[in-house]
């Protein structure tokens, strides 16, 4: 008996060791899970690459046919970038903001190019890039407790790694300018109304009767354990996994092709402007907007919008906090100070 050998060889998910996210195989099904849930899911640096790593794993098992995308806990699928470290690495080094989307963007793309079918199981609110990753996947189903969200233009940023790309051809171009111009929730029946969700579960119980259309209220109190509300994810998992067998009595590679060919639309706009998305938003990260929107989130107080639309309207900078770097010391030389210096931050000289 011969053995042939193999290009791609693949791990049991148990060799991997993953610190921000959890893997497993089983039954024909790969889970990937975002295991932050103390930031709610956010992805780090790390777990971009964590992330990429997986699903390119279970895209090259043969013994696996479906992937199922996730966060930890019932509380978020997943709420895009560390805000916390983009105000603490990336506002400092906007050129590895750079670095970082290209991470963002293999991220992504191993969605995009898994020749399977990803299955986003909606745990909890989806933010950012957390809803980005989910219109990545091929087919969404959602707990009734979550919501959708895009919060861009309000944290100093463009939802341009999949929102901007992907929300017209989904919802629609004017509901898509309403999402990425109001950043406004999305709950789950208006998400399964506009085509965001195809599936939208009952995940709110009430001792032991399931409440099938809790309203924000009930909501509230299932995910604070109050007044005998709970949140409960077995019906979504059981939907779920209906979904995943479903798939899996398909041939592969019909599935592959059927993926490839649907997703046209979507790689004409992701490849058409991720790349300029990419330079735009690390140079951007060196400007105003930035820094005031992380910081703001990072110190819990509204951002400063007025304020820098004021400066602008009076011919002020609102690109950079002090103005351009125009001036020069008339005392030590010093050159390329900002033009609201009064004085020298070399010398403390008066400036002109």
């Not at 042939?4 to 099904?29: H, P, Q």
């Not at 969605?111 to 199981?121: D, E, H, W």
């Amino acid at each position: 008996m011969t053995t042939t050998m193999r290009a791609f060889e693949t791990r049991c998910a148990e060799s991997f060791t993953f610190r921000e996210m959890l893997y497993a195989k089983a039954d024909g099904v790969a889970r990937i899970t975002i295991n932050r849930p103390q930031h709610y899911n956010a992805y780090s640096t790390s777990a971009l690459e964590e992330l990429a790593t997986a699903f390119r794993d279970a895209s090259f098992d043969d013994a696996v046919g479906v992937i199922v995308l996730t966060g930890a806990g019932d509380r978020a699928f997943c709420t895009g970038g560390d805000v916390k470290e983009y105000a603490g690495t990336y506002v400092a080094a906007p050129r590895d903001y750079w670095k970082y989307m290209a991470l963002f963007r293999a991220y992504i793309e191993s969605i995009l190019n898994t020749g399977k079918p990803v299955i986003a199981r909606i745990n909890g609110m989806a933010v950012g890039g957390g809803n980005e990753s989910q219109l990545a996947c091929d087919l969404t189903v959602m707990a009734q407790h979550a919501y959708l969200k895009q919060v861009g233009t309000q944290v100093g940023s463009v939802a341009c790694g999949g929102a901007t790309q992907w929300l017209p051809l989904v919802v629609g171009d004017k509901r898509a300018r309403q999402i990425l111009f109001l950043n406004e929730p999305i709950p789950a029946a208006q998400a399964l109304a506009w085509g965001l969700a195809n599936w939208v579960v009952p995940s709110v119980r009430r001792g032991e009767t399931w409440v099938d259309e809790a309203g924000p209220d009930e909501i509230r109190k299932a995910q604070r354990g109050e007044d005998g509300f709970s949140i409960d994810l077995s019906r979504l998992d059981a939907v779920v996994d209906d979904v995943a067998r479903k798939i899996l009595a398909s041939f592969p590679e019909c599935a592959r092709y059927t993926k490839q060919q649907t997703n046209v639309l979507k790689d004409f706009a992701w490849h058409s402007t991720v790349r300029h998305a990419q330079d735009w938003l690390a140079l951007h990260y060196a400007c105003w907007e930035p820094l005031e929107g992380m910081q703001a989130f990072v110190e819990k107080r509204a951002p400063r919008y007025a304020m820098l639309r004021e400066r602008a309207a009076q011919g002020l900078s609102s690109e950079a906090p002090w103005g351009a770097a125009l001036k020069a010391c008339g005392r030590c030389g010093a050159a390329g100070l900002p033009v609201d210096h009064r004085f020298c931050g070399a010398c403390g000289a008066p400036l002109s």
